[in-house]
């Protein structure tokens, strides 16, 4: 089923830029209310990050809802997770974020939940994309005025997310005497991360917590480690927390200042699960996820298996097998026995619950995983491009770099579901290999983009 706006994550662009636009959003809103309605939908809740742009977006979607005769309920800015959380416990129908995610500020989303606080399956966004295509061409059709959708407030929207991320916490437990260090990336979970550690009793330092609409992101968070990695260093902390804009991603910093991705805090979760007899089946990764993680799994005897990239995929294989377990190395966590979608914040009390269950570090923690050298590079291309990856010099590279890897490694190009962009990522068991490879594919490539 072919989408044309729906991404692995939504819809995403540069704001401003079609589809970014107030335009498309009113016709997006308008779209999706008429589909979700003739499923008995009646409201929306929407949330945003803190992008300048999430107001723009917001008012378009806002006008599109209540065009097709559904009403909404704005809850201001709120991590993804929380959107999906809080649709489920309101009753909403629906929900909607407006993120791009771990992107920079002059990109923007807008993503969609049932109201059991899942992604919307794939019929209902191709049934979405058919309708989008009509307003689009045609304009759209408001419902008599009386039906209008009608817009409210959400009060204590934060403050209900504290509280259930607190409760998947064990109750018997508590963060006190442990000093943690919080990136909040500036984004949507600015005040809610760093008050979850606090009520908690661990001694919080929140940085990368000031948001002015265009810093969410910016050498910070989840994917530029660097500040988070120098506080921990600077405050002798326990370990650091980073998330992305929207909280739906969590990269942590031992104790060392040694980085632990997603594909370690897996480890951590399913070892820790297995001690205590409540793993369910196995754990599942994707196709960029270290071949570290998959031998480890299998000295313990844990099952595991490799989605395609993008957390909708791991969801898929994890609901087709009835496991619980599985995320990213980027750090999507998956942990469906206590949530419905990706949450760094709930995932992170996950490792701390581990490290004080089994009186330990979180660098002795992930200590029993090796991982092999990795070498990703992202080249991009630009629109007018044909995909790069059907060109035969492209093809025959990468032959070229399995034979040489033989069985000591792995080569996986892939185009990004979000971004004009080839990821091409080499693994092996030599660290100069890895990027001998990966540099000569990406120049490879670079060399066609640019023909």
Same mark, same amino acid.
């Given at each position: 089923?072919?989408?044309?706006?729906? &991404?692995?994550?939504?819809?995403?662009?540069?704001?401003?830029?079609?589809?970014?636009? =107030?335009?498309?959003?009113?016709?997006?809103?308008?779209?999706?209310?008429?589909?979700?309605?003739?499923?008995?939908? @009646?409201?929306?809740l929407?949330?945003k990050?803190?992008?300048?742009?999430?107001?723009?977006l917001?008012?378009?979607?806002?006008?599109?809802?209540?065009?097709?005769?559904?009403?909404?309920?704005?809850?201001g =800015? $709120?991590?993804?997770?929380?959107?999906?959380?809080?649709?489920?416990?309101?009753?909403?129908?629906?929900?909607?974020?407006?993120?791009?995610?771990?992107?920079?500020?002059?990109?923007?989303?807008? @993503?969609?939940?049932?109201?059991? &606080?899942t992604?919307?399956?794939?019929?209902?966004?191709?049934?979405?994309?058919?309708?989008?295509?009509?307003?689009?061409?045609?304009?759209?059709?408001?419902?008599?005025?009386?039906? $209008?959708?009608?817009?409210?407030r959400?009060?204590d929207?934060?403050?209900?997310?504290?509280?259930?991320?607190?409760?998947?916490?064990?109750?018997?437990?508590?963060?006190?005497?442990?000093?943690?260090?919080?990136?909040?990336?500036?984004?949507?979970?600015?005040?809610?991360?760093?008050?979850?550690?606090?009520?908690? /009793?661990?001694?919080?330092?929140?940085?990368?917590?000031?948001?002015n609409?265009?810093?969410?992101?910016?050498?910070?968070?989840?994917?530029?480690?660097d500040?988070?990695?120098?506080?921990?260093?600077?405050h002798?902390?326990d370990?650091?927390?980073?998330?992305?804009?929207?909280?739906?991603?969590?990269?942590?910093?031992?104790?060392?200042?040694?980085?632990v991705?997603?594909?370690?805090?897996?480890f951590?979760?399913?070892?820790?699960? !297995?001690?205590? &007899?409540?793993?369910?089946?196995?754990?599942?990764?994707?196709?960029?996820?270290n071949?570290?993680?998959?031998?480890?799994?299998?000295?313990?005897?844990?099952?595991?298996?490799?989605?395609?990239?993008?957390?909708?995929?791991v969801?898929?294989?994890?609901?087709q097998?009835?496991?619980?377990? /599985?995320?990213?190395?980027?750090?999507?966590?998956?942990?469906?026995?206590?949530?419905?979608?990706?949450?760094?914040?709930?995932?992170?009390?996950q490792?701390?619950?581990a490290?004080?269950?089994?009186? +330990?570090?979180?660098?002795? !923690?992930?200590?029993?995983?090796?991982?092999? =050298?990795?070498?990703?590079?992202?080249?991009r291309?630009?629109?007018?491009?044909?995909?790069?990856? +059907?060109?035969?010099?492209?093809?025959?590279?990468?032959?070229?770099?399995?034979?040489? $890897?033989?069985?000591r490694g792995?080569?996986?190009?892939?185009?990004?579901?979000?971004? =004009?962009?080839?990821?091409?990522?080499?693994?092996?068991?030599?660290?100069?290999?890895?990027?001998?490879?990966?540099?000569? $594919?990406?120049?490879?490539?670079?060399n066609?983009?640019?023909?």
């Amino acid at each position: 089923m072919t989408r044309h706006y729906f &991404g692995t994550d939504g819809v995403r662009g540069r704001v401003g830029e079609f589809p970014m636009t =107030p335009d498309f959003a009113m016709r997006l809103g308008w779209a999706a209310g008429k589909v979700l309605a003739a499923s008995g939908t @009646k409201e929306v809740l929407i949330g945003k990050d803190t992008r300048a742009s999430g107001y723009m977006l917001e008012s378009a979607l806002e006008a599109g809802f209540s065009a097709a005769g559904i009403n909404i309920a704005l809850a201001g =800015p $709120l991590p993804t997770p929380a959107v999906a959380y809080l649709t489920s416990t309101f009753r909403a129908d629906a929900g909607v974020v407006i993120s791009a995610s771990h992107n920079p500020y002059y990109d923007n989303g807008i @993503k969609f939940f049932s109201g059991e &606080g899942t992604k919307l399956s794939d019929q209902q966004e191709h049934d979405i994309e058919a309708l989008l295509a009509l307003a689009l061409e045609q304009g759209i059709e408001c419902v008599e005025s009386a039906a $209008l959708g009608k817009a409210r407030r959400v009060d204590d929207a934060s403050g209900r997310y504290i509280e259930f991320c607190k409760g998947t916490f064990p109750a018997q437990l508590n963060l006190r005497g442990l000093k943690i260090v919080v990136d909040s990336a500036n984004g949507a979970a600015y005040k809610i991360a760093p008050a979850v550690y606090r009520e908690l /009793g661990a001694d919080v330092i929140s940085i990368n917590d000031q948001p002015n609409g265009v810093n969410i992101n910016a050498e910070c968070g989840a994917t530029h480690l660097d500040s988070l990695v120098a506080a921990v260093k600077e405050h002798g902390a326990d370990l650091g927390i980073a998330l992305d804009g929207d909280a739906d991603r969590l990269m942590l910093v031992d104790d060392q200042g040694e980085v632990v991705d997603g594909d370690q805090i897996l480890f951590i979760l399913a070892r820790s699960a !297995l001690d205590k &007899g409540t793993l369910k089946g196995g754990v599942v990764g994707t196709q960029m996820s270290n071949l570290g993680l998959e031998l480890a799994l299998a000295d313990h005897n844990i099952p595991f298996v490799r989605a395609k990239v993008g957390d909708r995929y791991v969801m898929e294989q994890l609901h087709q097998r009835g496991w619980c377990l /599985g995320g990213e190395n980027s750090g999507h966590i998956l942990v469906l026995d206590e949530v419905t979608t990706g949450d760094a914040i709930v995932a992170s009390l996950q490792v701390l619950a581990a490290a004080l269950e089994n009186n +330990t570090s979180l660098a002795q !923690l992930k200590a029993g995983m090796v991982k092999f =050298p990795q070498q990703l590079i992202n080249v991009r291309f630009g629109k007018d491009v044909q995909d790069p990856l +059907t060109d035969n010099r492209v093809v025959q590279a990468v032959n070229d770099a399995e034979h040489s $890897l033989d069985n000591r490694g792995r080569v996986l190009l892939r185009k990004s579901g979000t971004e =004009p962009l080839i990821r091409v990522m080499v693994e092996a068991d030599d660290e100069r290999l890895c990027t001998r490879h990966a540099e000569h $594919l990406a120049e490879v490539i670079r060399n066609i983009t640019a023909a």
